[in-house]
């Protein structure tokens, strides 16, 4: 919606050959509040001083020497090539009504001049045209969040796939005919389903059972978490193998494929490695992550961007009860803890994180929870406000 405030203070720009018309079209915008506005008798200067002054009305008369407005509306249009003329056209000669609106005019005023149309006219489009100059102005922040988006997307496309290939043995992508259109890491090896130069790999045997539940979960476009199936090498051995994975969609809910990692999860060397990649995903997190248990308080591990945000050490902060870390007390901490129990996460807080210099930062924490050999851990993830 346009103000009146903003209407008044629209530029304005007169062009007339004739002084006296000059005259009375300034006197008609001074009566009615306009409180920027500027003429000019020569036609040759108007598209400069537009690109001067980028006015957002031109009353121009169509008949004038050297240059009439039609030339005057041919530059005009150069400059505003994509966005609404203000060119409001003043004639007495009916007959340059209709060319005046094909040359870019977006309406007209016919002499002699009557006070009550003309001050109609101009405050009607004054207002179209100021609320076409909002809706580019709009459309510009528009552009620039839809492209700080899509970096942030890209951004965060690049943590995922980073994530994924730190915390598991391979990444796959499938299409909706369920042919591999992506793949990070010996993913046909792996599940047995290509040849390869290394025989001694590929297997023999799988378990049809579990191969029938994978496909049954896959046929009606269901995710599939952890799911364990066996594989058997020719050179005898078995394989345990650990796959997980979620339908795509298009933006029209059209199924798209499938995508989803795995890992081995015969030998120790996977478990250390999983482990290990688990440490080197969590510290690539951008929160703060700690792992506290439950029934002591006392914080077990916590991730590389937690030592940031506190200026404590890894090690330091393993010596640490979560109390010391924030200032809520401990009995708020224990029914927050209380409830992880109960509905192992969804639980939010709200506080300020102490730092090792004495300094605070406000925080907002979420809790999730899990049951280590009987022992309940928290995983707190700390985002700075």
């Not at 209709?98 to 405050?123: C, H, M, W, Y």
């Not at 390869?196 to 378990?207: K, Y």
């Not at 969804?346 to 994180?353: E, H, R, V």
């Amino acid at each position: 919606m346009i103000e009146l405030s903003e209407v008044l203070d629209a530029k304005i720009l007169i062009v007339d050959d004739q002084q006296s018309n000059v005259v009375l079209l300034e006197e008609l915008l001074k009566q009615e509040g306009y409180r920027y506005f500027m003429s000019t008798m020569n036609p040759m200067e108007v598209c400069s001083l537009h690109l001067e002054h980028h006015f957002d009305l031109i009353l121009l008369d169509l008949e004038m020497p050297e240059m009439d407005g039609f030339q005057v509306m041919e530059g005009i249009k150069e400059i505003e090539q994509k966005s609404y003329s203000p060119v409001l056209v003043i004639t007495a000669q009916p007959n340059h009504k209709l060319r005046a609106l094909k040359s870019g005019a977006k309406d007209f005023i016919s002499k002699p001049i009557e006070a009550v149309e003309f001050q109609t006219r101009v405050k009607n489009m004054l207002e179209v045209r100021l609320l076409y100059k909002k809706l580019e102005e709009m459309n510009v922040v528009l552009e620039d969040k839809v492209r700080e988006r899509t970096a942030q997307l890209t951004a965060s496309e690049a943590r995922f796939k980073n994530f994924t290939e730190l915390t598991s043995d391979w990444y796959w992508e499938q299409d909706d005919k369920g042919q591999f259109t992506t793949v990070s890491g010996p993913v046909f090896e792996m599940l047995g389903i290509a040849s390869g130069e290394d025989s001694d790999f590929l297997p023999i045997e799988r378990n049809e059972l579990e191969l029938a539940n994978l496909k049954y979960n896959i046929a009606n476009r269901r995710p599939f978490i952890d799911f364990v199936y066996t594989l058997q090498k020719a050179n005898g051995k078995q394989q345990r193998l650990q796959v997980s994975g979620e339908p795509m969609f298009d933006g029209n809910c059209r199924f798209i494929g499938y995508r989803g990692v795995g890992v081995e999860i015969t030998d120790q060397h996977y478990t250390y490695r999983r482990e290990s990649n688990f440490r080197k995903a969590i510290d690539v997190i951008g929160a703060g992550v700690c792992l506290i248990n439950c029934g002591t308080m006392a914080v077990v591990d916590v991730n590389e961007r937690m030592c940031e945000f506190t200026g404590h050490s890894r090690t330091d902060l393993v010596k640490l009860l979560l109390a010391d870390l924030i200032t809520t007390g401990s009995e708020q901490i224990s029914v927050v803890f209380d409830r992880v129990r109960i509905e192992q996460g969804g639980q939010q807080l709200s506080t300020d994180l102490k730092c090792a210099d004495g300094s605070t930062r406000q925080v907002t924490i979420d809790f999730h929870g899990f049951n280590d050999d009987e022992s309940w851990i928290a995983v707190a993830s700390f985002s700075i406000h």
